[in-house]
């Protein structure tokens, strides 16, 4: 994949370090205009520092987690890069992307379209696990991507735990989610999204795009979550096939909160 040029849209000192939006022409989206935030922290003055990439929700863009999530502080204390990339392609002019807040512009599924009206853009999973650590590497920023970790919200949650399972480089060392769909070829944001992105629809996910799936082959909602009670999110799913897998509490950890929601206001 060539290495796309760089340009810095803005940026602004925070806790000490800098927060950095980027712009570049993305060849995974098809040619498109690709956005995404970048926080370094103080000591990246001085040498590479690893990396933590979050993941955000349905119909976000690169600034909610920036700007909500509350994240900047707790990671220039520890040293610790993070990087927001959007939650799809945007400008591509397919007809009826923008008609749904849950499929399309806003909701891309960290996938990789096989659908042909899709397959041009929507390349999430390889926009974020391959372009972006090339781009950002070829432009001299200080990230360490040996050490990267991954973490999302909602369809981002989704997006960490199915990049974690599922890459075969092993490429992130830990993943964590936030009231993550767990189980999406199980519950209607899922399926609307596979049905559409992929030409082999839910049987297609199964494999790649389903955390409950993969988990269960391989060796945290709140109590006031209502898409929990809607039953979009499924993590007791998740759970189930992860101990049956023999993942332990150590190894796989899931959390409810009383009082918390679906919001940015995570529990501690």
């Given amino acids: 994949m ?38 370094l922290p103080p000591n990246a ?15 976000c863009t690169e600034d909610n987690g920036t700007q909500k999530g509350a994240f900047l502080g707790v990671a220039s204390a520890q040293g610790i890069a993070l990087l927001f ?30 659908n042909p009206k899709y397959a041009a853009h929507y390349n999430m999973l390889t926009h974020i696990t391959m372009e972006l650590p090339q781009v950002i590497e070829a432009a001299g920023i200080p990230i360490d991507f040996k050490r990267q970790s991954i973490f999302g919200h909602s369809m981002g949650g989704h997006g960490a735990l199915t990049l974690y399972l599922a890459s075969k480089t092993k490429q992130y060392r830990s993943a964590s989610a936030f009231s993550p769909i767990a189980n ?29 799936e993969l988990i269960a082959k391989s060796k945290d909602p709140g109590k006031n979550d209502e898409f929990y009670h809607k039953g979009q999110l499924l993590p007791e799913n998740f759970l ?29």
Avoid at 10 to 27: D, I, M, V
Avoid at 47 to 57: D, H, N, Q, T
């Fill in 85 to 114: 990339p959007d939650t799809s392609p945007r400008g591509a002019g397919i007809k009826g992307e923008t008609d749904n807040w849950d499929f399309g512009v806003g909701a891309g599924f960290y996938l990789n379209a096989t």
């Fill in 240 to 268: 189930k096939a992860a101990r049956e897998a023999g993942y332990d509490e150590v190894q796989v950890r899931v959390r409810s909160h009383e009082g918390y929601d679906h919001s940015y206001y995570f529990s501690p």
């Fill in 2 to 39: 060539a290495e796309a040029a760089l340009h810095k849209i803005s940026s602004n000192k925070a806790f000490e370090g800098e927060l950095t939006k980027y712009q570049f022409k993305s060849a995974a989206l098809g040619g498109l205009d690709a956005r995404f935030n970048l926080f």
């Fill in 45 to 59: 003055a001085n040498g590479k520092v690893p990396l933590l990439v979050y993941l955000a929700g349905l119909s």
């Fill in 184 to 212: 999406p070829t199980k519950c209607p944001w899922g399926q609307k999204a596979f049905t559409g992105y992929l030409q082999g629809g839910i049987e297609e996910a199964k494999d790649q795009y389903d955390a409950t």
